[in-house]
């Protein structure tokens, strides 16, 4: 009978002088970002000043582990207790995810009796940072970028990075809105509570598409083509996603000349010559490029045949004005002559020249003139007139 009173009354005292030692947590909650740094507070009541040891335990969220007196090696110097008066504080630094779980503030009063009840106590959970995007972005679309995490982090102010640099827009809360995008927005994104920069999320790479621009022709090999030779031409443009369909066209033609962004024409020829441009498209659009002047030069061998034309040419041109000026030299003007006749000198007539020669090869040498007016069987002329200026006057 007495050992059942006293089982009794220990029970009682318990309950008692639980009842008593009330703990009061400034949060029962706590969302933490992985690798910073958490203060967990809790303030005890013991208005009969029991003596009491204070501690604090972890239940980890899991469940597969029992509740663990913090202090363990596990912690490796990243926690340390702050009390003051009838609150403890414990700085938990480099939070990581095994941290998760139930934090208790224990304050026994009989170190004997260790069957601890449940507690209120922290709900502590730590987060990763993470950037999710649309599934696809389109240039001129105004996409939303939200910082996300696996626990509330209250109001949190938020800061954005793109490429490693602090980024400056529209923010509201977690999200980041970026207005009709072009393909300059494409880059890596970030984010951070603003108060723990150096703990940004892992960056994810934002797409813009959009369609092919700055397309441009382009001929490869020489720069002169030949009659006969080999053209290709090449087409290029800047697209996202990369374009692969290309069309070729010749201008002053309705219909395409080729496809593909290589066109080749394997015997070129004057028909061939002429301005060609191609079309660039992807799943977004197309455009076209400028046109390129292709023209077929003439080959060497015609450039030889022509420069030697050139010369013939000129020969045969040099020859009939020496031929000229000769024959000009041998005719005197009656002017001349009377001049001559004034003086008392006299001239020797030009035909006199050609009076040892045979007459039918004197009449040859003017046949030539075409002012010559007779035969050259008629070798008769008037008597007293200059056989040279007869033939002329006739």
Not at 239 to 256: D, G, I, M, R
Request: charged share 20%; aromatic share 8%.
């Amino acid at each position: 009978m007495f050992c059942l009173f006293s089982l009794f009354f220990l029970f009682v005292i318990q309950g008692f002088c639980n009842l008593e030692l009330e703990v009061v947590y400034t949060n029962t909650v706590i969302c933490a970002i992985k690798g910073s740094t958490m203060h967990l507070t809790g303030t005890f009541k013991n208005t009969r000043n029991y003596k009491t040891e204070i501690f604090w335990t972890l239940t980890p969220v899991n469940m597969t582990d029992d509740t663990k007196r913090l202090g363990d090696p596990d912690y490796n110097g990243r926690i340390q207790e702050l009390p003051n008066g009838k609150t403890h504080t414990i700085k938990l630094s480099h939070l990581r995810h095994e941290d998760e779980g139930k934090y208790c503030l224990r304050v026994v009063t009989r170190v004997e009796i260790q069957d601890l009840r449940p507690c209120a106590g922290i709900e502590l959970r730590v987060t990763d940072l993470r950037v999710e995007t649309p599934a696809e972005v389109v240039e001129g679309d105004s996409p939303v970028l939200t910082c996300k995490s696996s626990c509330n982090l209250g109001s949190s102010i938020f800061s954005w990075y793109r490429n490693g640099e602090s980024f400056s827009e529209s923010v509201r809360q977690n999200q980041l809105i970026l207005q009709s995008v072009s393909r300059e927005d494409s880059g890596n994104y970030s984010c951070a509570v603003r108060d723990l920069k150096n703990l940004p999320s892992p960056a994810l790479t934002l797409n813009v598409r959009y369609p092919p621009k700055s397309v441009s022709v382009s001929v490869s090999g020489s720069a002169v083509i030949v009659s006969g030779d080999s053209v290709t031409l090449s087409c290029s443009s800047d697209s996202n996603p990369p374009a692969l369909n290309f069309t070729w066209f010749k201008e002053n033609q309705s219909l395409a000349v080729g496809s593909g962004q290589s066109f080749s024409i394997s015997s070129f020829n004057s028909s061939h010559s002429g301005r060609y441009y191609c079309k660039a498209h992807n799943k977004y659009g197309s455009q076209r490029s400028e046109s390129i002047s292709v023209t077929v030069e003439e080959s060497s061998s015609s450039w030889v045949l022509i420069t030697a034309g050139v010369t013939a040419a000129a020969f045969v041109m040099f020859v009939i004005l020496m031929v000229f000026i000769l024959i000009r030299r041998k005719r005197v003007t009656p002017s001349e002559e009377q001049n001559h006749r004034g003086s008392g000198k006299t001239v020797e007539s030009p035909e006199n020249l050609y009076m040892t020669l045979d007459p039918k090869s004197r009449c040859s040498e003017y046949d030539t003139l075409d002012i010559m007016k007779r035969s050259c069987e008629n070798t008769d002329i008037p008597e007293g007139q200059d056989p040279v200026y007869h033939n002329i006057g006739k």
